[in-house]
């Protein structure tokens, strides 16, 4: 069994950053791929990043590539989402996951979620 708790969201200006982070429970956390989704209003919920067990490969929606960067310490059971150039239409309740699977990350199966942590972009 895996538990996991997103903190660091918030509201910020456009432009600004954050990091979120994804603290987990349970003795198998490290051996699961760790993905983060959003979910804005009125939408469903959409892939953001994912990152191996190993932490050895990374993956991104086009829709952040290059402002978002997802990375773990499997010391800490935590993975970390960090957020540059931060746009209003970030702005959505941010989940991270845990799963496993083959092919595209945002298509595996992932059995644990966290409760979610807001992020809000005014402009």
């Known amino acids: 069994q895996v538990q996991l708790v997103e903190s660091g969201g918030g509201l910020v200006q456009a432009g600004g950053s954050l990091r979120l982070s994804c603290a987990a429970s349970?003795?198998?956390?490290?051996?699961?791929?760790k993905g983060w989704f959003r979910q804005a209003p009125g939408t469903g919920r959409e892939f953001v990043a994912a990152?191996?067990?190993?932490?050895?490969?990374?993956y991104y929606a086009d829709s952040v590539k290059g402002r978002f960067t997802i990375s773990r310490d499997n010391a800490k059971n935590t993975v970390y989402l960090q957020i540059n150039s931060l746009k209003p239409e970030d702005t959505a309740v941010y989940y991270c996951?845990?799963?496993?699977?083959?092919?595209?990350?945002?298509?595996?199966?992932?059995?644990?979620w966290g409760q979610g942590t807001q992020v809000t972009v005014s402009s």
């Open positions: 349970g003795r198998t956390f490290s051996t699961y791929t």
């Open positions: 990152i191996s067990w190993s932490g050895g490969s990374t």
């Open positions: 996951a845990a799963g496993t699977g083959s092919g595209p990350p945002g298509s595996y199966e992932y059995p644990y």
